[in-house]
């Protein structure tokens, strides 16, 4: 994934080490959308009417490749320029040209009164072509280009966009006056951040990456620290199943939480963590509530553990757990923990003293937020998974505050805590302590169920049993989570998901994927 001025530079550098013209990649960028088309059409354009928006620049050049195109196979096209002719230069001038040549329509936008055309034409329009603004817009669009994306979405008409909506910002997402909204969006050789968050990419529709031509070895070179999570990158890490292999070979997840009341999330945790391949769970709960666990699910193993007055966690139990914490593999803690002072005291020592990793969740991040210098100082390996007012705690601020500046929070402090940080909620991030981040695409509003987050905690320590890094566990635990999320979603609605439910279809998430490990491909790599 790159920002706007990482993807400048790839194209410069592809035509400046590789030689390859800008206008050749111009070509490509037209012609893969052009080929979308198609495919949206079932291969038959001969007829269609298409309206394409073009602005002056090489965004505008593209809409013009895609223009050419369309008229070679018989389309009814009209190009609507945010200018004169005379503004155009370079590539965008010379597929202007062209397209005149072959006899193509030209009609420059540069007084309001030529915008009846505009009503005209959307009127009778099987679909638009959104080519007006590139990666290099900030701000708010204005003028008639506003005018126009306005119109342009009162037309209800399928819209696809070239690169990005035109009014998105692609480096944050952002939308701060009038932008398209499209269908799908085509956007060219990685994916830009402001496509893949919100709200960007609810204006973006369905997004395709198309390849026009700029070398991989290029994009490997740049060092690009932010990545899409993809089925191919989640399928290479996947670690194999080896036939002459045990339960023992798939790592002991131990699941620290429960209390009267909650016993139903760390069960849902433990059986997350058996779903996602690990070989043991043992549930750690007081010991009022492990009957009521160990009924919940007999593939669980539970140990019962010394408890307060009120039935939560107690401070005793930190010798014992302590005694044999280096017999497992992984320790996820919180879920359903509660908030008792003595549970909180035993969090908050329990935490610096594990050498095991950890993924810490819920109750025991909010033990945290009463002491945050625990993660300030040195500590074992750790995944954090807040959500967003559980991040607002940690740190001081509203929740609201966090969704303004989601990606570089969690980034900020996954490297001043030295943690893998996954932050919750549309376009989760997992941010790593190298400065890396991971966003997740899958998931969707009906997953906004309690026990969802203890699903994924449960799903992380699983993987993180089998062997896997915390970071790529984290990652590829968000993106199943999600995936199972949205297949159960779509067999059942987004209004009756229940966490139960992600559960069941977490299974269906893992053989989407293929299973197992496979050789890197080119796709794969170019998660970036």
Known sequence: M?????????????????????????????????????????????GRRVAVFCGKGNNGGDGIVV?????????????????????????????????????????????????????????YADLVVDAIFGTGFKGAALGLAAEVIQRINGSDKPVVAVDLPSGLE?????????????????????????????????????????DIGIPYKLVEEQGLTLSLLTPVFCRQHLPPRDPSSHKGTYGHVLALGGSPGFTGAITLTARAALRAGAGLVTAAVPRGCQPVVAAGAPEIMTWGLPETAGGSLGRSALDPLLERLENFSVLAIGPGLGRDPETVELVKSLLPRASIPLVVDADALNALATDTGILSQPHGPMVLTPHPGEMGRLIGCS???????????????????????????ARTVVACPDGRAYINPT??????????????????????????????????????????GDLAAEELGQEALIAGDILHFLPRAFKSLGGGAVAPTALGRSGS
């Not at 993807?7 to 050749?24: C, H, K, T």
């Open 2 to 46: 790159v920002t706007a001025e990482e993807m400048g530079r790839l194209d410069r550098l592809a035509e400046s080490q590789f030689g390859i013209p800008s206008i050749v990649l111009m070509e490509n960028a037209g012609l893969r959308v052009f080929e979308s088309i198609k495919r949206y059409f079932h291969n038959f354009l001969a």
């Open 67 to 123: 223009a050419r195109h369309l008229l070679n196979q018989g389309s009814e096209v009209k190009v609507f320029l945010l200018g004169s002719p005379q503004d155009l230069k370079g590539d965008p001038q010379i597929n202007l040209k062209i397209y005149q040549k072959m006899g193509g329509r030209l009609y420059p936008l540069t007084e309001e009164n030529h915008l009846q055309r505009v009503d005209i034409s959307l009127l």
């Open 170 to 210: 692609a480096d944050t997402g952002k939308v701060w006056g009038p932008c398209v909204r499209a269908r799908w969006t085509v956007t060219f050789a990685l994916p830009k951040l402001g496509l893949v968050v919100e709200p960007g990419a609810s204006y973006a529709g369905a997004l395709e990456i198309a």
């Open 399 to 425: 929740a609201a505050k966090i969704q303004e500046d989601r990606l570089n929070i969690a980034r900020r402090y996954a490297q001043e805590w030295r943690c893998v940080l996954l932050l919750k909620g």
């Open 443 to 484: 998931g969707n509003p009906g997953m906004a169920t309690g026990g969802s987050g203890d699903v994924l905690t449960g799903i992380i320590a699983g993987l993180i049993a089998q062997g896997m890094s915390l970071d790529k566990a984290a990652a590829i635990g968000a993106y199943l989570h999600g995936a199972a």
